[in-house]
């Protein structure tokens, strides 16, 4: 390459904080061109005879940080090809200089080469104007592309690129998700330099008090004890639980002593998802992930797997099932969506050398409650064309079935009897799945209405003073047709 760029730092002071080195590239008469000449030493090198060329004028052209940042890139690249040149940067190249990153990324492409010189970063001088030691743990996060998910409140936070108020609003709002609103903040300004300006406050003024600054950085003390938001710290709380002074009852579990759990409380969930109440529905997913989280630990107890394991198979499934989204396959609907869903599953059976397939039913769970079981057990019939055309010759064979039924019914064989009732409950399924009728959500909708209708009844033996065996049937029921009456009104 013929053409190259050095990028050198400012550090994060003033100009006596310069590496020798450094100094005598910026003023030994090179072209310098600087990101931003808003900068304690830039004054100073001034009178000592750098001559440069800033970029601060890109950011009123640019609408966004991402295309300033590319502009700034673009700019330095037809530079380079007159002549070499030095880009200066606050603090150290290599640190929160998103231009430098693009720098060296684009450089082969455009054949010239990124040479990185000397500087100070500022985190050394934030840490000492807050007098923390970084070997207690640390992030050091951008603030024009803060997180939430990437924050971790057991830890000393650095926000950099923190330019203005608004960003710093953005800043406030994120971090107000998981810090209380009084938490004590500092914005700190030219950190080890003369300038150096520390202003300490409760979170929810963060944004009052900040004003422009290209050399501001926002630091944000660990909080105390566990944050309950955090999946590490949920993670802990598991392992601590199976753990040495755990609970006796969790280091007693297994995989096959939670089996009835995990299934009670996914039907705690699909109950507040009818209920329709969102705060029930937050408590029971965090049942269901509280399974999750106990199998993984005893496979991490047992030196099997861990939570990172699972995570993966479940990362790794979602990109390779939905191509359209991490790839390049174009769908047009969720018909093709589901299309492309089952030909990943074909093709993952496929390279499972341990998966013997004998059957195309060899899929659906065998834990699955029946009626679950029959629906599946269906649907995968009907994959490969071994289905009713429609509904209303399925319900012929209902008619079939009853028939059959009642005729078992009548010689009073027991085991025929339930073999009948069987054969009649899966052709009513076949009815309701031609209908797009599922028969677990139908089933409990009439669950739900039988416990409405009989608490009525319930309510009517009560105020009458009478135990509820003294009742009829034919008085019961005369209670059931007022909760019917009740409900149509």
């Not at 450094?22 to 990101?35: A, C, D, E, N, P």
């Not at 004890?225 to 297994?254: H, M, N, Y």
Request: charged share 30%; glycine share 8%.
């Amino acid at each position: 390459m013929n053409h190259k760029i050095t990028v050198v730092g400012l550090g994060a002071g003033d100009i006596n904080q310069l590496p020798l080195g450094v100094y005598k590239q910026l003023i030994g008469g090179s072209r310098v061109f600087l990101r931003t000449k808003e900068h304690p030493a830039v004054d100073a090198l001034r009178r000592e005879g750098m001559d440069f060329t800033a970029l601060d004028d890109v950011y009123e052209r640019c609408s966004s940080f991402e295309k300033v940042y590319d502009e700034i890139v673009r700019i330095l690249f037809k530079e380079a090809g007159k002549g070499e040149l030095i880009y200066a940067v606050p603090g150290h190249p290599l640190v929160a200089e998103k231009t430098v990153q693009l720098l060296l990324e684009q450089g082969p492409a455009n054949e010239i080469g990124i040479e990185i010189g000397g500087g100070q970063s500022f985190i050394d001088a934030l840490f000492a104007a807050v007098k923390v030691d970084p070997i207690e743990g640390f992030q050091l996060l951008d603030g024009t592309a803060l997180q939430l998910k990437d924050i971790r409140t057991s830890q000393h936070l650095i926000i950099g690129q923190v330019y203005d108020a608004f960003i710093a609003s953005e800043v406030k709002l994120t971090l107000m998700e998981k810090y209380p609103v009084e938490h004590r903040v500092a914005i700190i300004s030219a950190a080890g330099s003369m300038e150096e300006k520390i202003t300490f406050l409760p979170l929810y003024e963060l944004d009052r008090q900040f004003a422009l600054d290209n050399l501001a950085s926002i630091y944000v003390p660990p909080l105390k004890g566990r944050d309950v938001r955090d999946f590490s710290a949920l993670r802990q709380i598991i392992a601590d639980l199976r753990g040495p002074g755990g609970c006796p009852w969790d280091k007693e579990q297994t995989h096959l002593s939670l089996k009835k759990y995990l299934i009670e409380e996914c039907y705690e969930v699909l109950e507040a998802i009818d209920e329709k109440d969102d705060g029930h529905l937050v408590e029971e997913l965090g049942d269901v992930l509280l399974q999750v989280m106990l199998h993984a630990q005893i496979g991490e107890d047992e030196g099997l797997f861990q939570i990172e394991d699972v995570i993966e198979a479940l990362a790794s499934k979602m990109i390779r099932r939905h191509p359209h989204v991490f790839g390049d396959v174009k769908v047009s609907g969720s018909e093709d969506v589901m299309k492309n869903w089952q030909c990943v599953k074909a093709m993952e059976r496929s390279g499972n050398a341990q998966e013997e397939i004998h059957s195309m039913l060899d899929g659906i769970a065998k834990g699955l409650p029946a009626l679950l079981r029959a629906y599946e057990l269906q649907k995968k019939a009907a994959k490969a064309g071994f289905d009713w055309p429609n509904a209303r010759q399925a319900w012929d064979k209902v008619r079939e079935e009853c028939a059959e039924f009642t005729e078992e019914m009548e010689r009073g064989r027991q085991e025929e009897q339930a073999a009948e009732f069987g054969d009649l409950l899966f052709a009513m399924i076949n009815v309701g799945r031609l209908m797009a009728i599922h028969p677990e959500d139908a089933l409990e909708k009439t669950n739900r209405k039988f416990i409405r209708r009989f608490r009525v009844i319930e309510d009517e033996v009560k105020k009458s003073g009478r135990p509820i065996e003294d009742f009829s049937l034919e008085e019961l029921d005369n209670f059931w047709n007022l909760a019917k009456k009740q409900e149509d009104r």
